[in-house]
């Protein structure tokens, strides 16, 4: 079982439309998550951080966080062309007692919303 | 959050030559990671750069291959050894610890391409 998997791709959605990306975890000991976008020849750029249960809103984009079922997902609404990317779910385990584990990335999601 | 660089940001090498690559960040950083992309392929962390002491590895990175300095809270360089056509990816730096906490930023990449 891969650590983070994410929901297979690619995905296409018409503009304006929600984009629902799932990504699920291995490790229960998983404190933090965060969700990246890609764009092609580019580097990643953060999105969102999620730490609790529950729902974090940002503009369009709602990352939702299930820990009892290992579950982190991101919702874009109103889904434009420019977010035509591929989308990264990274898990971070706090290693031993420090507060900086290392990110461990799912193998993305890419996203094409056409016009 | 923290304005990153690298250096170069892609080169062409041969096989068997080395190629170090430098990451320089505007504030200081408790963190800094390195990471490879393999075309096509999500990120894989090959070492935490720690300062003042010996890079931490991941599974499947030696030092011999990869050595790591961090001689500053604001810099690292990775370094290629004896390259190989394998070693063809992008090599991206990361930064964590600044006023984000735990968030990870990432630089620009370097793309290198080795024949």
């Known amino acids: 079982q891969k650590e983070v998997e994410q929901n ?18 291995s490790d229960r000991g998983s404190q933090s998550f965060f969700w990246y976008r890609q764009y092609s020849g580019k580097s990643p750029e953060l999105i969102m951080s999620i730490y609790s249960n529950g729902d974090k809103e940002d503009g369009r984009f709602t990352a939702q966080l299930n820990k009892a079922s ?15 990317a591929t989308y990264l779910c990274a898990v971070n385990k706090r290693a031993g007692g420090t507060s900086y584990g290392k990110l461990t990335f799912g193998q993305g999601t890419i996203l094409t919303v056409h016009p | 959050s923290a304005v990153i660089s690298q250096k170069p940001s892609r080169d062409i090498c041969q096989r068997g030559t080395s190629l170090t690559i430098q990451c320089q960040v505007d504030s200081q950083v408790t963190m800094m990671f390195w ?9 894989t ?6 300062q003042g002491s010996e890079a931490t590895y991941e599974s499947g990175f030696v030092i011999d291959k990869f050595p790591i300095s961090r001689p ?6 990775l370094t290629v050894s004896n390259m190989s056509p394998e070693d063809s990816s992008i090599y991206l730096c990361s930064v964590a610890g600044g ?4 968030t990870q930023y990432f630089g620009p990449g370097t793309r290198l391409l080795v024949l």
Not at chain 2, 35 to 43: E, F, I, W
Not at chain 2, 45 to 50: K, W
């Open chain 2, 35 to 43: 990471y490879r992309q393999q075309p096509g392929q999500s990120l």
């Open chain 2, 45 to 50: 962390l090959i070492a935490t750069a720690n």
């Open chain 1, 70 to 84: 290992q579950y982190v997902s991101l919702l874009i609404r109103d889904s434009q062309p420019s977010d035509s």
């Open chain 1, 8 to 25: 297979s791709g690619p995905l296409s959605v018409p503009e304006g439309a929600i984009a629902s990306l799932n990504c699920t975890y």
């Open chain 2, 99 to 102: 006023l984000g906490k735990e």
């Open chain 2, 72 to 77: 500053n809270l604001t810099f690292s360089t």
